[in-house]
């Protein structure tokens, strides 16, 4: 009976459906609740009116919704096709479209079959967790993924496209084009990003205008400054604002910097070592770059980590049969303190008095980084090919 039921749940078409009912269930749930339940896709769908009307796309607009607007300007243009649908039709084609893009960058992943249904299943409840809050950020890693498996390919004008796309959804999406620093073509590559960045920037331009241009790309940057005062996130930083309740804005961007620094050690020891030169080597800094683009993001918050969890799964995917038990036994805290915390499987005291106030959902994400860190840096291995 167990294997009757492993082998079903085993099935690509299986998954599939798991994916497409989950965003359904989400997105009419969302819907009957009303639109105070789908706040973040309201602001999507505002953001291309108001930039018809010539208005500044980042205040807060009560009268519509609650928050900001937060995203690039060309986002705007790129959910428009969603924008000008009935809103319950949009809801529904929004959900499935995130999370079967997901999908879709998951199946391209050049990894067998077994890794990639470990993927899909692993990330699941963090991708509810998105789903839920409408977020971008499935679109985000499905983009991080597809450059990865473009680059895999060889196919440098496609695989420069994804980071661009995602940078143009929320910024540190670019981190994804860090990546083509180990594969040939560099100079294609870098040709081939410069000619999309100034594609999709100029996106907006047929409906704003030269001087509404300019303006919005101005207030855009203002908004990117603003967001950084006092804001800690579910990250490395809201973790230090704990311990130090004193920590300054100025103190999130050291912090930032000496991420960036490690990043940068990392990245320019993978060169120096040659320690990429397998898929095995690859998908572990790959996984590193999901990771610390969360950890090290002031504004984090609990619907991004479906990006920082699947650097968790690319990282046990890598390291099977490696570093025993630390994939296992981390993948396994991962699942009971940072997908499920935020859930009905714990207290309500709990998740409100303990797991948010002290960010127990960042932590299991961070021993990953740190052992994985620790692993690029320092273990001297040869990777055989991925099986």
Same mark, same amino acid.
């Given at each position: 009976?167990?294997?009757?039921?492993?082998?079903?749940?085993?099935?690509?078409?299986?998954?599939?459906?798991?994916?497409?009912?989950?965003?359904?269930?989400?997105?009419?749930?969302?819907?009957?609740?009303?639109?105070?339940?789908?706040?973040?896709?309201?602001?999507?769908?505002?953001?291309?009116?108001?930039?018809?009307?010539?208005?500044?796309?980042?205040?807060?607009?009560?009268?519509?919704?609650?928050?900001?607007?937060?995203?690039?300007?060309?986002?705007?243009? #790129? /959910?428009?096709?969603?924008?000008? !649908? $009935? +809103?319950?039709?949009?809801?529904? %084609?929004?959900?499935?479209?995130?999370? *079967?893009? #997901? /999908?879709?960058?998951?199946?391209? !992943? $050049? +990894?067998?079959?077994?890794?990639? %249904?470990?993927?899909?299943?692993?990330? *699941?409840?963090?991708?509810?967790?998105?789903?839920?809050?409408?977020?971008?950020?499935?679109?985000?890693?499905?983009?991080?993924?597809?450059?990865?498996?473009?680059?895999?390919?060889?196919?440098?004008?496609?695989?420069?496209?994804?980071?661009?796309?995602?940078?143009?959804?929320?910024?540190?999406?670019?981190?994804?084009?860090?990546?083509?620093?180990?594969?040939?073509?560099?100079?294609?590559?870098?040709?081939?990003?410069?000619?999309?960045?100034?594609?999709?920037?100029?996106?907006?331009?047929?409906?704003?205008?030269?001087?509404?241009?300019?303006?919005?790309?101005?207030?855009?940057?203002?908004?990117?400054?603003?967001?950084?005062?006092?804001?800690?996130?579910?990250?490395?930083?809201?973790?230090?604002?704990?311990?130090?309740?004193?920590?300054?804005?100025?103190?999130?961007?050291?912090?930032?910097?000496?991420?960036?620094?490690?990043?940068?050690?990392?990245?320019?020891?993978?060169?120096?070592?040659?320690?990429?030169?397998?898929?095995?080597?690859?998908?572990?800094?790959?996984?590193?770059?999901?990771?610390?683009?969360?950890?090290?993001?002031?504004?984090?918050?609990?619907?991004?980590?479906?990006?920082?969890?699947?650097?968790?799964?690319?990282?046990?995917?890598?390291?099977?049969?490696?570093?025993?038990?630390?994939?296992?036994?981390?993948?396994?805290?991962?699942?009971?303190?940072?997908?499920?915390?935020?859930?009905?499987?714990?207290?309500?005291?709990?998740?409100?008095?303990?797991?948010?106030?002290?960010?127990?959902?960042?932590?299991?994400?961070?021993?990953?980084?740190?052992?994985?860190?620790?692993?690029?840096?320092?273990?001297?291995?040869?990777?055989?090919?991925?099986?």
């Amino acid at each position: 009976m167990i294997k009757k039921i492993t082998a079903f749940f085993s099935r690509k078409q299986v998954v599939l459906y798991v994916y497409v009912l989950l965003s359904l269930v989400i997105a009419f749930q969302h819907y009957f609740l009303g639109s105070g339940s789908y706040n973040n896709f309201v602001i999507f769908r505002a953001s291309i009116f108001h930039l018809l009307e010539h208005q500044n796309l980042h205040l807060e607009y009560p009268a519509e919704y609650f928050d900001q607007f937060l995203y690039h300007p060309s986002f705007c243009i #790129l /959910f428009a096709p969603f924008a000008f !649908l $009935p +809103v319950g039709a949009a809801l529904v %084609l929004w959900a499935l479209f995130c999370s *079967l893009l #997901l /999908f879709y960058a998951i199946w391209r !992943l $050049p +990894v067998s079959f077994e890794n990639k %249904l470990f993927f899909w299943w692993f990330i *699941l409840i963090e991708l509810n967790t998105s789903l839920h809050g409408q977020q971008t950020n499935p679109l985000i890693i499905a983009l991080g993924l597809l450059t990865f498996t473009f680059l895999e390919e060889g196919k440098v004008k496609w695989a420069s496209l994804f980071p661009v796309l995602a940078f143009c959804i929320k910024g540190y999406g670019l981190i994804f084009a860090a990546l083509f620093l180990f594969y040939p073509k560099k100079g294609s590559y870098i040709a081939y990003s410069l000619v999309w960045f100034f594609v999709l920037t100029l996106l907006p331009f047929p409906v704003t205008g030269a001087s509404y241009f300019v303006q919005v790309y101005k207030d855009w940057f203002d908004l990117l400054l603003a967001d950084h005062r006092g804001n800690f996130g579910f990250s490395v930083m809201g973790l230090c604002k704990i311990g130090w309740p004193d920590l300054t804005d100025g103190d999130v961007m050291r912090i930032q910097l000496g991420g960036v620094v490690l990043f940068s050690i990392t990245w320019i020891a993978a060169l120096i070592r040659h320690t990429f030169g397998d898929i095995r080597g690859r998908l572990l800094l790959l996984a590193y770059a999901c990771l610390w683009v969360i950890l090290f993001n002031h504004a984090s918050e609990s619907p991004t980590y479906v990006i920082a969890v699947s650097g968790v799964a690319l990282f046990y995917i890598a390291n099977r049969g490696y570093l025993k038990p630390w994939p296992a036994v981390l993948a396994v805290l991962v699942i009971l303190f940072t997908m499920l915390a935020p859930t009905d499987l714990y207290p309500l005291t709990w998740r409100t008095h303990f797991f948010r106030p002290y960010l127990i959902k960042v932590i299991p994400c961070l021993l990953v980084w740190i052992v994985l860190q620790f692993q690029l840096l320092f273990i001297h291995e040869k990777h055989p090919t991925l099986h």
